[in-house]
T-cell receptor
Framework: EPEVTQTPSHQVTQMGQEVILRCVPI?????FYWYRQILGQKVEFLVS????????KSEIFDDQFSVERPDGSNFTLKIRSTKLEDSAMYFC???????????FGSGTRLTVV | AQSVTQPDIHITVSEGASLELRCNYS??????LFWYVQSPGQGLQLLLK??????LVQGIKGFEAEFKRSQSSFNLRKPSVHWSDAAEYFC???????????FGTGTRLTIIP
């Protein structure tokens, strides 16, 4: 069964550093998403991406965040200057038709120290 | 705003026993509704979804859910749980007019022998 692949599975970074979280969506999917889950809290929407541009973003997704699809296979989330409160599990997801039946990746646990 | 409530934070069930996980929604129209499961160290896997039509929805792994408009509920059921069902379960609803999913706080399911 096709999978969404996320790397790394766990990343530790110092506060103020830039991090890039990587995702390889399912190859024929057209809609891409990032969600995050702070420990003990809800899974929260960050951003959706379609046709090489952001289609929607949440209030969490401020200027410190950016997304990119640098080639035909990868979808990245960049945090420019990490804060302690960015520590969370970040999930990438993709969908063929945008009908919410996402396929999620297994997540990247980001720890900011 | 569209939202879902999962009133049970943690449920413990004996292996082989039946299971019902509760989800109540608040939505301005006929909702789309989803159940996802997150096994330890894994991503979010779609169990089932309701868009319209038959109010009893069959999903993967032997799960089903019933949409009850009168009770604003979409409870997840399984007649006989297996130890491998131990996981966190999330109910979700999309926001009107956009692409994001709003998740409930989740119910952690523990299976005892």
């Amino acid at each position: 069964e096709p999978e969404v692949t996320q790397t790394p599975s766990h990343q530790v970074t110092q506060m103020g550093q830039e991090v890039i979280l990587r995702c390889v969506p399912i190859s024929n999917h057209l809609y891409f998403y990032w969600y995050r889950q702070i420990l003990g809290q809800k899974v929260e929407f960050l951003v959706s991406f379609y046709n090489n541009e952001i289609s929607e973003k949440s209030e969490i997704f401020d200027d410190q965040f950016s997304v990119e699809r640098p080639d035909g296979s990868n979808f990245t989330l960049k945090i420019r200057s990490t804060k302690l409160e960015d520590s969370a599990m970040y999930f990438c997801a993709s969908s063929q038709t945008g009908d919410y039946g996402y396929t999620f990746g297994s997540g990247t646990r980001l720890t900011v120290v | 705003a569209q939202s879902v409530t999962q009133p049970d934070i943690h449920i413990t069930v004996s292996e082989g026993a039946s299971l019902e996980l509760r989800c109540n929604y608040s939505y301005g129209a006929t909702p789309y509704l989803f159940w996802y499961v997150q096994s330890p160290g894994q991503g979010l896997q779609l169990l089932l979804k309701y868009f319209s039509g038959d109010t009893l929805v069959q999903g993967i792994k032997g799960f089903e859910a019933e949409f009850k408009r009168s009770q604003s509920s979409f409870n997840l059921r399984k007649p006989s749980v297996h130890w491998s069902d131990a996981a966190e379960y999330f109910c979700a609803v999309p926001s009107l007019g956009n692409e994001k999913l709003t998740f409930g706080t989740g119910t952690r399911l523990t299976i005892i022998p």
